[in-house]
């Protein structure tokens, strides 16, 4: 792996740590389809880094053909139905956030 490339996968997933961005995953039922919720999240926002979009069929794509997803999801490849789950079901507000709206 080409050094530049493992860093930038690095450097997103610190910055995901650093920030607490993974107070917005609401994943009671992550462990059924069987990925790491907080990779999931590091791979969305990897892709949205290098290409500025991704579609699910992209980060479903990405995960099987470009080493930075396979080296970060560590060989697993979840379809693009899972992706599609994740954000749709698991991407939340932060409990911090909604008590912030509602004083």
Do not use: W
């Amino acid at each position: 792996m080409n050094p530049d490339s493992k860093s930038i996968v690095n450097t997103v997933c610190a910055a995901c740590e650093e920030a607490g961005l993974f107070r917005y995953i609401h994943n009671p039922n992550r462990d059924m389809y069987g990925y790491s919720s907080q990779k999931m999240l590091e791979c969305v926002l990897l892709a949205y880094t290098l290409f500025g979009y991704a579609s699910v069929r992209q980060l479903e794509d990405y995960c099987k053909h470009d080493i930075r997803f396979i080296y970060l999801m560590q060989g697993e490849q979840p379809s693009f139905m899972s992706f599609q789950c994740f954000i749709s079901d698991d991407l939340t507000e932060s409990d911090k956030d909604k008590q912030t709206v509602k004083e």
